[in-house]
Nanobody, 120 residues
Framework: QVQLVESGGGLVQSGGSLRLSCAASGRTFSSSAMGWFRQAPGKERDFVAAISWTGGSTRYADSVKGRFTISRDNAKNTVYLQMNSLKPEDTAVYYC?????????????WGQGTQVTVSS
């Protein structure tokens, strides 16, 4: 069983930055690929970024490439999403997930989500 708790969301102006955190419980965190997804109102949940279990490999959706950075600290059982140069279209609920595998766009365990709102 894996439990995930996101934090760090909030309201920010366009061009600003936020750092999301996802604290995980469970023994499998350090051996699992992790990812971030987001869901805007009226839209499907979309993949944002993923990181391998070692942290040595990362991949991103084209819409956030160059602006967002995913990282992890296995000693703290935490994965992060640094979001820079935020745009109003980044407004969404952001979810942390344990990935089925690194190259997947599916997760099997999910957090409750944290709201990110970017004002223009």
């Amino acid at each position: 069983q894996v439990q995930l708790v996101e934090s760090g969301g909030g309201l920010v102006q366009s061009g600003g930055s936020l750092r999301l955190s996802c604290a995980a419980s469970g023994r499998t965190f350090s051996s699992s690929a992790m990812g971030w997804f987001r869901q805007a109102p009226g839209k499907e949940r979309d993949f944002v970024a993923a990181i391998s279990w070692t942290g040595g490999s990362t991949r991103y959706a084209d819409s956030v490439k160059g602006r967002f950075t995913i990282s992890r600290d296995n000693a703290k059982n935490t994965v992060y999403l640094q979001m820079n140069s935020l745009k109003p279209e980044d407004t969404a609920v952001y979810y942390c997930a344990r990935m089925l595998y690194y190259n997947s766009r599916r997760g099997d365990y999910w957090g409750q989500g944290t709201q990110v709102t970017v004002s223009s």
